[in-house]
């Protein structure tokens, strides 16, 4: 893979989309409205005052972990044991360094903040389990009244599910950004399945599954069922087809597809190439995006 710097001269324009994860509840999208358009934002200041596209990505996810209206840090689903447990990976796309945690357990608010710290230490890409949480302890992540993560709706998700068994989505909220060097980062985060057995890793720990970046092609972030996602590698084979498509929109759907007749599930995912055109699809009847470049007044948030 070349790398950013090999690349014909083109301009590279900014720009960053935010997604909330597929298969939310379309009765709620107001409210999704709102914590995608401030997520957005909060990864677009980091870029329009020159910041980084890792920076920026991970300013987004933060603000979205910490948004109860969504499945990631605040918000979690609970597993079967009435615990949170966390999923995250971050990535930089000029040399393919990466940093992951999975089954956090939840006394920490803001797993893509761990993810990012384990790309920094250069040593290790997926920390699992109470070793992900030595390793935040190690290196100051704050932690939190493990209460304070839990809310009144994913209470009631629980009981309902304790009461009728089912598989129900659980929704992941990730992040991709170009920056004016033409970095790309992604970064995915998500509290998993609901009534997950606790241990469960899905897509958004695994690197070339739930994330990916590569400067050269573009960056993806996945949500949907994390099994089926997993089965097609789907973050990494979305960029291929962005290669040979170059047309954001249309990757992405090819993307969706496989998923959908390959992986056998449901989901969807958010791209941006090398030039900063974004793009998107789902096969759920809802999955909240964001989107925000200089060509913009105000952030896009199209559903």
Sequence with gaps: MSSSAERAPAIRVPAIVVHGGAGADPSQAPEFRQGVRAAVLAGWRVLAAGGGALDAVEGAVRALEDDPRFNAGRGSVLTRDGTIETDASIMEGDRLQCGAVAALPGIVANPVAVARKVLESRQHVLLVAHGALAFAR????????????????????????????????????????????????????????????????????????????????????????????????????????????DDP???????????????????????????????????????????????????????
Excluded at 187 to 209: M, N, Q
Excluded at 258 to 270: A, D, K, M, S
């Design 249 to 303: 929109d249309y990757a992405a759907k090819v993307a969706v597809d496989l998923l959908v007749e390959e992986g056998v599930g449901q989901g969807g995912l958010i791209l941006i190439d090398w030039r900063g055109r974004p793009g998107y699809a789902t096969s759920t009847r809802l999955m909240p995006v964001a989107i925000m470049s200089p060509a913009l007044d105000e952030p896009r948030v199209p559903f």
């Design 138 to 245: 190690s290196v100051g992540i704050p932690e939190c009244d493990p209460a304070s993560l839990v809310t009144d709706r994913q209470r009631k998700r629980h009981a309902e599910l304790a009461r009728t068994p089912t598989s129900p989505g659980g929704g992941t909220v990730g992040a991709v950004a170009l920056d004016r060097s033409g970095t790309i980062a992604a970064a995915t985060s998500t509290g998993g399945t609901p009534g997950k057995l606790p241990g469960r890793v899905g897509d958004s720990a695994l690197i070339g599954c739930g994330t990916y970046a590569d400067s050269s092609l573009g960056g993806v972030s996945c949500t949907g069922d994390g099994e089926a996602i997993i089965r097609v590698v789907l973050g990494h084979r979305a960029l291929r087809y962005l290669k040979d498509a």
